[in-house]
């Protein structure tokens, strides 16, 4: 009776080190935003050269999820995990102490090597250590720890930067890295070896890290160059090299005896309803996120702390509904709940999409952060219990790694998707609008041509400057602005709505309930 106690109150302890895991793995994708401002001070350099630190992590961090799952499955879960979170905490303080921009890029390259590790092998580590009702509960601690670390980065990173500056966001890693290390030392039992005489295979490995990174890369030249067509060598060699390297992958690994991957789990329709749903959660969700959190700083004009303290209604809900997650789904579907859950998030974006005016308040944002929390909160730990059903213990880690990239290439679809929907939008109202009576149209076209190369973000701080608010039309020149920017709003939060109500229908029609596969 004794051993079963202490064995059961290890399980609990290993959830909580393998949930500090994924907080820190995850939240270090977006922390570092709100502290970009004070790097740009401290390096003497560019907005645009700053942004390379959030993007090596983000690239590297989807290359590496699916080749660290497969290492796990194959020579053991905990010592992958555990070689991950050294490498993680080891370059979180090089990243504090980075002397230049320089070195800080590669230490974030290195780190979402450890990030990206952290992420997928908890999911599989859970899967292992749980069984039954336990690993849906298991499950919706996790997911709701997801939910927490996308959504709370402004509020951690500006706590931190503000009180502390920017180095502070890496060296809070290294405590808790530690701490979770050790105690997934003591408390996790290693998983079996399942690639005990199989040979690495190497090819499959290579061509699905260099495919995600150009398709990865692809995508951050079109967001970072909104007005290049897709058709430009700068964004479209990437993507075909991309879609290339996929093919020849998928080719290579329908040969090889012991594959990397196993394309059969693509014949599966359940897990391809929990790809979708991944994806429909990273590409309007969690980049909408980023869109709402400039609407705050840029537009609202409250600081990186006040930000994320008036996010407290979008992000709460995970602390709340995340556990409950697996009570839910042994009383009802998991593929309506789940369904439901996006259609949500989907009605959430339509009273954003009422709220995106020149009268917008703060108080018009809480409905529907509440909203959007509330699905967001659901969604995650009904995802990973959804998308692990019926997986063999051998394919647990990939399966995960797989929910886990289609996860984060939403987020990077989404993010030049939703960019593209405002900017389109925004260039559209100025160009229809900027007519003014007795200006110069050489004059107008001068300042259309500086608003629309700013951007909408920008705008705001070009027509608000002291070479504009002199000029006699400036008051005109400001309403124009202010409406051409919510009219990208609202084109971020059409797109947003129309990927979830998507997903919402693809996840009622793939995803399939335990008691139906069992039938």
């Excluded at 500090?20 to 560019?46: C, Q």
């Excluded at 995960?400 to 990239?405: F, K, M, P």
């Excluded at 030049?416 to 004059?443: A, K, R, W």
Aim: positive net charge; proline residues 3%.
């Amino acid at each position: 009776m004794n051993n079963t106690n202490e064995r059961s109150t290890k399980r609990w302890w290993a959830l909580l080190a393998l949930s500090l895991g994924v907080f820190m793995g995850l939240l270090d994708v977006n922390i570092v935003n709100v502290a970009l401002p004070t790097m740009v001070k401290s390096f003497h350099t560019t907005f645009s050269n700053v942004q390379w630190v959030i993007s090596a992590y983000t690239i590297s961090y989807a290359v590496v999820i699916l080749v660290l799952s497969k290492l796990a499955d194959m020579y053991g879960r905990k010592k992958m995990f555990l070689t991950c979170m050294i490498i993680f905490v080891v370059a979180s303080g090089v990243n504090g102490l980075a002397p230049s921009l320089l070195v800080l890029d590669i230490g974030r390259a290195v780190q979402a090597f450890g990030g990206g590790g952290l992420m997928t092998i908890s999911m599989a580590l859970v899967a292992s250590i749980f069984e039954g009702k336990e690993r849906g509960f298991a499950m919706g601690i996790l997911g709701s720890v997801m939910g927490l670390s996308t959504v709370s980065g402004p509020l951690i990173g500006g706590i931190l930067s503000e009180a502390f500056g920017w180095p502070a966001i890496f060296y809070v890693n290294v405590p808790i890295g530690i701490f979770a290390a050790i105690l997934v030392w003591l408390t996790v039992a290693e998983t079996p070896s399942y690639g005990q005489g199989q040979k690495i295979d190497f090819a499959g490995m290579l061509l699905s890290a260099v495919a995600i990174f150009s398709a990865v890369f692809g995508l951050i030249q079109k967001e970072d160059n909104p007005h290049l067509a897709w058709t430009s060598p700068k964004i479209a060699l990437w993507l075909l090299a991309a879609t290339v390297l996929l093919a020849i992958f998928i080719f290579v690994e329908l040969k090889i005896d012991k594959p990397m991957m196993n394309l059969a789990l693509f014949k599966n329709k359940n897990f391809v309803g929990a790809v979708f749903v991944a994806f429909a959660l990273g590409s309007a969700i969690y980049s909408n996120n980023v869109f709402l959190t400039s609407l705050m700083q840029n537009y609202m004009g409250y600081s990186a702390f006040s930000t994320g303290v008036r996010q407290i209604p979008l992000t709460m809900w995970a602390l709340f509904l995340g556990p409950v997650t697996g009570y839910l789904s042994s009383k009802f579907s998991t593929r309506k709940l789940i369904s439901g859950s996006l259609l949500l998030s989907a009605l959430s974006f339509l009273v954003f999409l009422n709220a995106m005016t020149t009268k917008l308040a703060y108080t018009d944002l809480l409905a529907p952060m509440a909203l959007l929390g509330i699905s967001n909160a659901l969604i995650n730990p009904l995802l990973n219990t959804a998308g692990l059903a019926g997986a063999k213990p051998e394919e647990i880690g990939m399966t995960s790694g797989l929910i886990n990239v289609f996860r984060q290439l939403g987020v990077s679809f989404g993010v030049v998707i939703l960019g593209l929907s405002q900017t389109n939008q925004y260039d559209n109202y100025l160009n229809n609008h900027m007519t003014f009576t007795g200006v110069p149209t050489e004059v107008l076209a001068a300042i259309k041509h500086a608003l629309i190369d700013a951007g909408p973000f920008a705008s705001q701080a070009f027509v608000t400057s002291a070479k504009m608010t002199h000029l006699p039309f400036h008051s005109t020149l400001k309403t124009v602005t202010d409406n051409a920017f919510f009219a990208g709003m609202r084109g971020v939060t059409v797109a947003s709505l129309l990927i979830t109500a998507v997903g919402g229908v693809l996840a009622f029609f793939l995803l399939q309930d335990p008691a139906k596969k069992e039938n």
